[in-house]
C-alpha cells in the first residue's frame, strides 16, 4: 500500500537547474531516512543525496555544493535542487525512502525500503 514516486524530470542546457520531488503515501507510521539514487547507462547506481528524519544530510562528492536535498515531513515528501548541472549529471534519478509501514496490535516493527519508479535527468545543450 505504500508507494514512492518521483516527479520533476526533464531535459536542461548545461548550467541550468531543476527540482526534482519525492512523495511518500500510503500506510506510513514513520519514515526514517529518505535518498535519491541515480543509474547512468552502463553505470551501476549510486547515491546522490540523503537526509535524515532529523534533517541530517550526506552528498556525494560529485554534487557537493550544487545539489540540496531537504524534505518536508508533514507531507511525507523529499526534494532535490540541482544546480549548476552538467552533462554528467544525466541520469535517471530514483527515490528511496526507509518506512516503518503500520502495523496492528504488537505486530513487530520492521522498516522497509520502497523505491520509486525513476524520474530522467537529461544535461545536454
Known amino acids: 500500500q505504500v508507494q514512492v514516486v518521483e516527479s520533476g524530470g526533464g531535459l536542461v542546457q548545461p548550467g541550468g537547474s531543476l527540482r526534482l520531488s519525492c512523495a511518500a503515501s500510503?500506510?506510513?507510521?514513520?519514515?526514517?531516512?529518505m535518498g535519491w539514487y541515480r543509474q547512468a547507462p552502463g553505470k551501476q547506481r549510486e547515491l546522490v543525496a540523503s537526509i535524515t528524519s532529523g534533517g541530517n544530510t550526506n552528498y556525494a562528492d560529485s554534487v557537493e555544493g550544487r545539489f540540496t536535498v531537504s524534505r518536508d515531513n508533514a507531507k511525507n515528501t523529499m526534494y532535490l535542487q540541482m544546480t549548476s548541472l552538467r552533462p554528467e549529471d544525466t541520469a535517471v534519478y530514483y527515490c528511496?525512502?526507509?518506512?516503518?509501514?503500520?502495523?496492528?496490535?504488537?505486530?513487530?516493527?520492521?522498516?522497509?525500503?520502497?523505491w520509486g519508479q525513476g524520474t530522467q535527468v537529461t544535461v545536454s545543450s
Open positions: 500510503g500506510s506510513i507510521d514513520r519514515i526514517n531516512t
Open positions: 528511496n525512502a526507509d518506512i516503518q509501514p503500520l502495523k496492528m496490535g504488537f505486530a513487530p516493527v520492521v522498516v522497509l525500503r520502497y
